[in-house]
């Protein structure tokens, strides 16, 4: 009887094992749900280092004595281009929104800021991405929803536009609102 090599067994194992994990993952829930690790815990720290002349992010932004949001952007980043008029809605409705700029160049977003308004109450600038590694976002644009101790509640992962806005982030913002 020939010997069989375990380097012939391993390939199929690890194929096997691979499709048994999309299997798995195929069939969760919610598979297009990017879960936080974030949601009931108290909001990480945001870096202290500002944009430009733009006010920076203290301790006390972060726990505002109501609903706030942190929306994590950059002036490179096409979605978070075509969310800003909503952001600058939101602002004007009296909304507080913490904008932190990540991986980006001070002088292009401070010109962003300038060319298309500002809707942020303070500005964090993150050129390497620590704060968004802290506060475990993706990729921009990325909105977490604060209630008013500073505790996520809520993290939506793209931009806040469409459909998915209104469906999803909308009623978590309005839900956070009314537990006020």
Request: aromatic fraction near 10%.
């Amino acid at each position: 009887m020939p010997k069989v090599s375990p380097l012939m067994i391993a390939p199929p194992l690890i194929f096997a094992g691979f499709v048994a994990l999309a299997g798995i993952g195929m069939f969760r829930d919610n598979p297009n749900d990017l879960p936080s690790t974030m949601i009931g815990q108290a909001a990480p720290a945001i870096t202290s280092d500002v944009l430009g002349d733009y006010p920076g992010v203290t301790p006390e932004a972060m726990a505002t004595g109501e609903v706030t949001l942190v929306n994590f952007w950059a002036s490179w980043c096409p979605p978070c281009r075509a969310e800003h008029p909503n952001l600058l809605r939101m602002a004007a409705e009296g909304m507080p929104i913490i904008g932190v700029n990540f991986k980006d160049q001070a002088g292009t977003a401070t010109r962003y800021l300038d060319d298309d308004g500002n809707p942020f109450e303070a500005v964090a600038f993150d050129p390497q991405g620590r704060t968004a590694i802290d506060w475990g976002v993706t990729a921009p644009p990325e909105t977490f929803i604060l209630d008013a101790e500073g505790t996520v509640l809520f993290r939506f992962a793209g931009p806040l536009i469409g459909s998915d806005y209104e469906q999803r982030f909308l009623p978590e913002l309005e839900k956070a609102r009314a537990a006020q």
